[in-house]
């Protein structure tokens, strides 16, 4: 009986020793990626990242960024308003537990880093009122959780991948302001059965408008106004 009870505290020592070492390397990955995503950055006026980004204290307790409850790993960057330039780091895409991407309103430039597609877990991605150019990334289509894609006032050029309009979790989608150019997929709302906004206006879109838009039930906002 006592070498039972023995064994098994052995056993939840063990297995608990193992998670923590894991959540810890983990955690360190999350660490690493944000320290190269704030190398990128050329100019932070305010200087919070410089103080308030410290390796001495966790991640978790950085400002603007968020952890989950259970999973001790990010999910969460918001560093909307922080009149930040730079470039984005291709080492964002560690952040393999980010649920939201919040950036606006910066100064952010250059293109979308194609590594960010493997950020699966995505449900918002707030990147409006930068400089960001460049085509909009087809891989966005693979985010099945993503309900808010907000890329407004960028100088994003190319057409809009049809691959967005499959993602069923889609709620609304804003690429105001912006290069683009191209029609809208006839079959645009066969796949995106929650969106509730469109905001297309000020790009150099043309040809038909859907006739399909019906299938869209739930769409209360479309805006389609001015090349
Ligand atoms: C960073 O900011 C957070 C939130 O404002 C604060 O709780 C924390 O103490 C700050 N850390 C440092 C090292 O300044
Ligand atoms: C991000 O942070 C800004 C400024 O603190 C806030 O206004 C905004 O609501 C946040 N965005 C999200 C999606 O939480
Ligand atoms: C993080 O991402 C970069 C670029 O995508 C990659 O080269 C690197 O190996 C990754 N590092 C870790 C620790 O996963
Ligand atoms: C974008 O770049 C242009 C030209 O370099 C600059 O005038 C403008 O202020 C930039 N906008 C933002 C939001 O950074
Ligand atoms: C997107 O999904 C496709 C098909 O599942 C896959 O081949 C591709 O590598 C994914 N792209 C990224 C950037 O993860
Ligand atoms: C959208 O999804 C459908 C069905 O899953 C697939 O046949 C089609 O190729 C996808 N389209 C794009 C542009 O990814």
Known sequence: MEKTSFMIAAVVLLVNNSLACL???SLTTD???LLAFKAH???DPSGVLAKN???TASVCHWVGVSCGVLQQRVIALNLSHMGLTGTLSPHLGNLSF???LGLSFNHFHGQIPEDLGSLHQLEGIYLGYNNFSGDVPSWIGNFSNLKLLDLKYNQLTGSIPYAIFNMSSLQRVDLTSNGLYGSLPEDICDHVSKLKGLFL???RLYGRIPSSLYKCGDLQYLSLSFK
């Open 23 to 25: 959540a810890v390397t």
């Open 31 to 33: 660490q690493s990626a």
């Open 41 to 43: 950055i050329t100019s």
């Open 53 to 55: 980004w410290s390796t």
């Open 98 to 100: 980010l649920s939201l």
């Open 201 to 203: 206006s000020l790009n």
